[in-house]
């Protein structure tokens, strides 16, 4: 197996989980400022500012999906480091 592709592989994975880490709190901080645009009798669907409707934001879905993108980002974490383990072995070998 090559090092420099299960590094990257590994690298991919913490990358692509810091973006949906970044999407997921996103979510939830547009969720709380629907709840705070909230009036009367306003419906959610009225206080969004964009015109296209969208479906509510559930934040126990987006503490999950921040939940599983932890345990990504731990994954691709180890990937990493064993890629890194793998190297210093390769180099600590003599021919």
Known sequence: ????????????GFQDAS??????SSRIAQAGKAETKLTGEQLPSES????????????????INM????LQA????????????MAGTLIDTTV
């Open 19 to 24: 973006a949906q880490l970044s999407n997921a």
């Open 74 to 85: 731990k994954a691709s974490a180890k990937v990493i480091s064993t890629a890194n383990e």
């Open 48 to 63: 969004l500012s964009s015109s296209a409707e969208r479906a509510p934001i559930s934040i126990t879905t987006e503490l």
């Open 1 to 12: 197996m090559d090092v420099r592709s299960a590094f990257n592989s590994g690298l991919a």
């Open 67 to 70: 939940k599983i993108t932890e």
